[in-house]
């Protein structure tokens, strides 16, 4: 299904790479990390070339919720107690700059840019909300504690960050892509060395960078260990009583199974239904109960859905793709929070590649340390998943696929690939058109 920003906007097309051509820089991928990145490095005038096996923003780029925030969840106090105050607040800064780095484009950019406070509010736990509140404090941010009479149910309040901001992505994307060098239906089939190869030609790079949301290579990174995928769902609502369904602000629930909120003009998007990749969740139909509990008179006008890349430590990868990598470079695992962390991306990966300092890169590297609770929760799903007696196996490692009913898509539990009844891929890492 599209969403309501695919439905408003038409991205600029661009032709299929046809013959050999070398470039400073490829990057594999054009969601928005990628078209961030070569934006970026235009800028600084280095030739770079970005390459999409689809077209542009077609993946989870074009099915955002478009919040842009430097509050993920409740974040912060995991942080401190993970990472130590200083790489926390690297990670607060980080995500900040990005926010006005956004603002600062956009007063050029026609993309229904605003200004809104963002809320993560729990439904019954207020001391996660007073933990969280006094990371913050730590961290020399002014958040607060706030009450969520907009919401249509009880909850025990909200830690507010004021002055995020919102947008149409699609609109800004289109804005600064417009003048990129980029090849659609290029489809890189595997990477010799610095060179990629497509169906009709091959690409020489001195460095390359794979923003293809999930990494497509597997022998360096052990990406398919340190990350999992997650879907989510998303109606647009409207009712002929407009004030019924504004909010004033973006709202998501702590808990990663709740509810987010946020307006488009007079329409509000109601997400939730979240489930892991291959997994059964609420998806479409539990969002449709909540619609017609607490907007009864609203009227369904969209519907869509999105797939994101979970880390084992909630912050994203972002640098050499591995350690024994000195010219490929990579960029995922935005956690849902893909605006902030696409530009932080983006940024980081162009101070790396023109030798500038950048005091974050530490934090976001793909090499620091990963051994957390989650890494054995993604190990014991791959083990089971590859165990699993079926006939239907994903071609990226083997393992199981189960049936999305919901969706009409077979879905892999290990590492979230997706295909459509006919066998087709949707979402990678399987790798294939």
Request: charged share 25%; glycine share 8%.
């Amino acid at each position: 299904m599209k969403s309501i920003w695919e439905n408003e906007v038409k991205m600029p097309e661009f032709p299929a790479l046809k013959k050999d051509i070398k470039t400073d820089v490829l990057i594999i991928g054009g969601g928005i990390a990628g078209i961030l990145t070569a934006y970026f490095l235009q800028q600084t005038g280095i030739d770079c070339v970005l390459v999409e096996k689809n077209r542009l923003c077609s993946g989870t780029s074009g099915h955002t919720t478009a919040k842009i925030t430097m509050q993920h969840g409740l974040v912060y106090h995991k942080l401190m107690d993970s990472f130590g105050r200083e790489k926390a607040l690297q990670y607060l800064q980080a995500n900040k700059q990005a926010v006005e780095q956004f603002a600062h484009i956009c007063k050029n950019a026609d993309c229904n840019f605003e200004r809104k406070d963002s809320f993560v509010y729990s439904m019954d736990d207020k001391r996660k909300l007073e933990q969280e509140l006094d990371a913050l404090h730590k961290l020399g941010y002014d958040a607060r504690f706030a009450d969520t009479p907009l919401l249509p149910f009880q909850t025990a309040g909200a830690v507010c960050c004021p002055s995020q901001a919102q947008f149409q992505p699609l609109k800004f994307l289109s804005y600064i892509a417009k003048d990129l060098t980029v090849y659609e239906h290029t489809f890189v089939r595997e990477m010799a060395g610095n060179t990629a190869v497509t169906d009709n030609g091959k690409i020489k790079a001195d460095y390359v960078i794979v923003t293809t949301h999930f990494p497509f290579i597997n022998k360096h990174g052990s990406y398919f260990l340190k990350m999992y995928q997650h879907r989510s769902y998303v109606l647009a609502l409207k009712s002929g009583n407009a004030g019924s369904l504004q909010v004033d602000g973006m709202y998501v629930d702590e808990n990663k199974k709740g509810l987010s909120f946020r307006n488009y003009g007079d329409i509000l998007l109601l997400g939730g239904g979240s489930h892991r990749t291959g997994k059964k969740g609420g998806n479409w139909e539990e969002l449709r109960q909540i619609a017609g509990q607490y907007y009864p008179q609203a009227k369904e006008v969209c519907a869509w859905a999105a797939q994101d890349c979970m880390t084992v430590d909630d912050v994203p990868y972002i640098g050499r793709y591995s350690g024994r990598t000195q010219r490929l470079y990579v960029a995922t695992g935005f956690n849902k929070w893909g605006m902030t962390g696409a530009m932080v991306s983006a940024q980081l990966l162009r101070d790396l590649l023109t030798d500038s300092d950048n005091q974050f890169a530490e934090v976001f590297s793909p090499s620091r340390n990963m051994v957390k609770p989650q890494l054995f929760v993604n190990m014991f799903e791959a083990v089971k998943n590859l165990l699993t007696p079926v006939p239907r196996r994903c071609p990226h490692m083997g393992c199981a696929l189960k049936w999305n009913e919901a969706e009409r898509t077979w879905d892999c539990a290990c590492h979230g690939s997706r295909f459509s009844e006919e066998g087709r891929v949707i979402d990678n890492p399987a790798n294939g058109r």
